[in-house]
């Protein structure tokens, strides 16, 4: 029998701004990119075609670019984001930068016409967020946000459960997300100091509510209203020069949210926490069938003919194993990193239109949220969100949408 000729796969360029940055360079140019292209491209759904990536590095620091270039095998490069955005060679544009940044690059690369796919939150204010939904609309570009939370193994593994009625009706959601951030006098911080800046759009509620408000919409249902707390508990902090400085921005938000459907989430979030828990963040999902506690990883279940009866007695110390209750649910398949699984998603809805859910507006609704509860804390009250469609004509204070004009409004003096 002849030797049946080898195909070679197409490529995609990839502009990829902000790769020096920690979540740019770990997540999406070494574990997604080079991984993709180390694995010899993206399977298409024929099952056969693959698509090979091919990125081009593009940053503030010619030697930084250069230096990641030649360690990672990496041919383009360059400081130039307009020439970059010009050629014809690159089709995807990929944001990684930080979010002061961000809106005015998307916009860049909306009018050049690419495919985009970005870091979340998508803009500072709702208002821009939304209006990158509608030039993207506008323009016929395909769009895509990062939902990374999404695609962790423990997630998914919680998907399955609700998917297969594990839990009957779901009550409640009980999330702990957190660990101590050293204030970097005795120890160096692990996050960059501009979170710890409102200024620099700083802040754990801008940072993390954006990613509560994906999970919760795509596993419990979208989300009504928010009552939240957010503090500022470690007031002054040490930057990466060693220099002292104010600590504007909040790192704490203790939070409640009501789902449709009567689902209660509560959900608190800290960089000022200690950890007592199998891992940093933490999911309980009650059911009048069965619990289960995830994680990144981990997934444990508690069905309703397997619960332990509790008797509430102060007077005698309890010596139940409660964690021995739980049973470890199975993975049933390997997991990979899901920052490459959505890129991997990204890339076949570029090529070959494949689904894809989260876009532009899903990106504008975690942002809705982020300043939602940021003006919830800042009323004391519980706050309504309204459903958001992007609008037909550009955005303006006060016009955000038909059904969230009034709120951007309010929401424009809390930033």
């Known amino acids: 029998m002849a030797e049946q000729p080898q195909t070679t796969p197409q490529t995609i360029g990839i502009i990829m701004n902000g790769v020096s940055g920690r979540m740019g360079y770990r997540q999406h140019l070494v574990r997604s990119i080079l991984a993709i292209r180390e694995q010899g491209g993206v399977l298409l759904a024929d099952g056969e075609t693959r698509v090979q990536v091919e990125p081009i590095l593009v940053g503030r620091s010619e030697k930084k670019l250069a230096d990641l270039a030649a360690e990672h095998g990496i041919e383009h490069y360059t400081t130039n984001l307009d020439e970059a955005l010009a050629d014809d060679r690159w089709q995807i544009y990929a944001d990684f930068l930080v979010t002061k940044a961000r809106a005015a690059a998307l916009k860049k690369a909306i009018a050049a016409g690419k495919a985009i796919y970005t870091e979340k939150p998508t803009a500072e204010s709702f208002e821009e967020a939304l209006e990158l939904a509608r030039l993207a609309e506008e323009a016929g570009i395909k769009n895509g946000v990062v939902h990374d939370k999404l695609y962790l193994p423990g997630l998914q593994k919680l998907k399955r459960l609700i998917d297969s009625g594990f839990f009957g009706r779901i009550l409640s ?96 979030s800290s960089w000022t926490t200690r950890v007592n828990r199998d891992e940093l963040v933490e999911f309980q999902v009650d059911g009048t069938h069965g619990s289960a506690v995830v994680g990144l990883f981990g997934c444990k279940i508690q069905p309703r003919n397997a619960t332990p009866k509790p008797v509430w007695n102060p007077d005698l110390a309890d010596e139940h194993d409660y964690a021995g209750d739980w ?89």
């Open 327 to 415: 049973i470890e649910s199975p993975g049933n398949r390997e997991f990979e990193n899901g920052f490459k699984t959505q890129w991997e998603e990204f890339i076949r809805h570029v090529v070959e239109d494949a689904p894809n859910h989260y876009d532009f507006l899903a990106g504008a609704r975690g942002v809705l949220l982020a300043e939602a509860g940021l003006r919830s804390s800042a009323e004391g009250r519980r706050v309504e969100i309204p459903v958001v469609d992007v609008p037909t004509a550009p955005v303006t204070t006060g016009d955000a949408s038909a059904a969230g004009a009034d709120l951007a409004t309010e929401l424009a003096g809390l930033r």
């Open 173 to 268: 959601v009980r999330g702990e997300f957190g660990y101590w951030v050293f204030e970097g006098d005795w120890q160096p911080a692990q996050r960059p100091s501009w979170n710890y800046r409102a200024e620099d759009g700083g802040g754990i509620i801008v940072d993390m509510f954006p990613h509560w408000n994906y999970v919760l919409e795509n596993l419990f249902g979208r989300v009504e209203s928010v009552y939240a707390k957010a503090v500022t508990e470690i007031p002054e902090r040490v930057d990466e020069r060693g220099e002292r400085y104010p600590a504007t921005a909040d790192d704490a938000a203790y939070a409640i949210f009501e789902l449709e459907g009567g689902v209660v989430a509560q959900l608190n």
